[in-house]
T-cell receptor, first 113, second 115 residues
Framework: GESVGLHLPTLSVQEGDNSIINCAYS??????FIWYKQESGKGPQFIID?????DKRQGQRVTVLLNKTVKHLSLQIAATQPGDSAVYFC????????????FGTGTRLLVSP | DVKVTQSSRYLVKRTGEKVFLECVQDMDHENMFWYRQDPGLGLRLIYF???????EKGDIPEGYSVSREKKERFSLILESASTNQTSMYLC??????????????FGAGSRLTVL
């Protein structure tokens, strides 16, 4: 299996619960944020994004909240399912020359049936 | 429905060997990226390219080089592999540097072990 998760903070939930994964970002000038999901053996996959002029954005079963005052981002997953088990990364788009994403270290979500 | 393909999923090389990691995308994206992923460190940008034959250093370019001879292909080269380059390498692409939004599409990764 992949070693990416060995040193990650882990959130364990029961199937059907709501999950909240948190992320602190570093640059107050970042203008765009993305959440990625990485399942074992796969590359990160886009989940949802939000621009800095918004506080909240909803997708299918997922909601991203942005608090620019404290530079905090959260991902809420409603009715968590076993298929949601993965490592979740937040990324901030830093506007320094060429736009590039800076990734957080990730949180492992474990969903028990 | 594979969009970013990394040719090798697992490689084992010896110290001092030259290593090529190949990445191909079929979405006509302008931008391509190489990251490495290590436990506790997240994804770190090695190199990126926003056009054919163009390359820019990321945050950790030392020990690596890249090549982008065609729009769809971005290669990462380890001239002389070292054990500290044992890692998971992720290739990604995004549409355009002018598009604003910078959503990356990732490949499945190449796990390199250097002995």
């Amino acid at each position: 299996g992949e070693s990416v998760g060995l040193h990650l903070p882990t959130l364990s939930v029961q199937e059907g619960d709501n999950s909240i994964i948190n992320c602190a970002y570093s640059n107050s000038a970042s203008d765009y944020f993305i959440w990625y999901k990485q399942e074992s053996g796969k590359g990160p996959q886009f989940i949802i994004d939000i621009r800095s002029n918004m506080d909240k954005r909803q997708g299918q079963r997922v909601t991203v909240l942005l608090n620019k005052t404290v530079k905090h981002l959260s991902l809420q997953i409603a009715a968590t399912q076993p298929g949601d088990s993965a490592v979740y990364f937040c990324a901030e788009n830093m506007r320094t020359g060429f736009q590039k994403l800076v990734f957080g270290t990730g949180t492992r979500l474990l969903v028990s049936p | 429905d594979v969009k970013v393909t990394q040719s090798s999923r697992y490689l084992v090389k010896r110290t001092g060997e030259k290593v090529f990691l190949e990445c191909v995308q079929d979405m006509d994206h302008e931008n391509m990226f190489w990251y490495r992923q290590d436990p506790g460190l997240g994804l770190r940008l090695i190199y990126f390219s926003y056009d054919v034959k163009m390359k820019e250093k990321g945050d950790i370019p030392e020990g690596y080089s890249v090549s982008r001879e065609k729009k769809e292909r971005f290669s990462l080269i380890l001239e002389s592999a070292s054990t500290n380059q044992t890692s998971m390498y992720l290739c990604a692409s995004s549409p355009s540097r002018r598009s604003g939004a910078n959503v990356l599409t990732f490949g499945a990764g190449s796990r390199l072990t250097v002995l």
